[in-house]
């Protein structure tokens, strides 16, 4: 198991586990709660230190995978967010309190090959790089690993070859 031990804001040594993730709660073996959360900021609340106040106020950790905010503009945000359960719950309220809307991006993106042509439309909007092109023969290449499950290139496939059940 991969553990760090570091001083947290507070002052005390913090453990947090990176294995051990249950797919299905988002609960670590050791008790804390992970979720992958997918952010969308209203007009106006762009300027608002919605990330600091995770962190400060929520003993949250966060990390930041993408983000597309611009002043005085809508924005969106993908990132992790690990603490102890009742930590991300209110953290999770907090961010509604805020008009901060967010979803928890759980699932996967399955990748039809059979139906895919791959014209690599899906990589121009693919932010993580998980879905490039091969520099040989120009097919597509999947890298689960690497995907946020922003589910862009299921928007952006002219043929429905990428999706995500149900």
């Given at each position: 198991?991969n553990?760090?031990?570091?001083?947290?804001?507070?002052?005390?040594?913090?453990?947090?586990?990176?294995?051990?993730?249950?797919?299905?709660?988002?609960?670590?073996?050791?008790?804390?709660?992970r979720?992958?959360?997918?952010?969308?900021?209203?007009p106006?609340?762009v300027?608002?230190?919605?990330?600091y106040?995770?962190?400060?106020?929520?003993?949250?950790?966060?990390?930041?995978?993408?983000?597309?905010?611009?002043?005085?503009?809508?924005?969106r945000?993908?990132?992790?967010?690990?603490g102890?359960?009742?930590?991300?719950?209110?953290?999770?309220?907090?961010?509604?309190?805020e008009?901060?809307?967010?979803?928890?991006?759980?699932?996967?993106?399955?990748w039809?090959?059979d139906?895919?042509?791959?014209?690599?439309?899906?990589?121009?909007?693919?932010?993580?790089?998980?879905?490039?092109?091969?520099?040989?023969?120009?097919?597509?290449?999947?890298?689960?690993?690497?995907?946020y499950?922003?589910?862009l290139?299921?928007?952006?496939?002219?043929?429905?070859?990428m999706?995500?059940?149900i």
């Amino acid at each position: 198991m991969n553990s760090e031990k570091r001083i947290g804001i507070n002052g005390r040594a913090s453990d947090r586990a990176n294995a051990g993730v249950s797919a299905d709660t988002g609960e670590t073996s050791t008790g804390e709660k992970r979720v992958k959360a997918l952010l969308t900021y209203p007009p106006g609340a762009v300027g608002k230190p919605i990330t600091y106040s995770l962190v400060r106020q929520f003993n949250l950790w966060i990390n930041i995978l993408h983000a597309e905010i611009a002043a005085d503009k809508a924005g969106r945000l993908i990132m992790d967010i690990q603490g102890s359960a009742d930590d991300v719950d209110r953290g999770l309220r907090f961010l509604t309190a805020e008009d901060i809307e967010y979803e928890i991006l759980n699932g996967s993106i399955v990748w039809d090959e059979d139906k895919c042509v791959h014209c690599g439309a899906c990589t121009a909007v693919c932010p993580s790089h998980a879905l490039t092109m091969d520099n040989l023969d120009w097919s597509l290449l999947f890298d689960k690993e690497k995907c946020y499950l922003c589910r862009l290139c299921t928007r952006a496939c002219p043929v429905g070859a990428m999706s995500t059940p149900i």
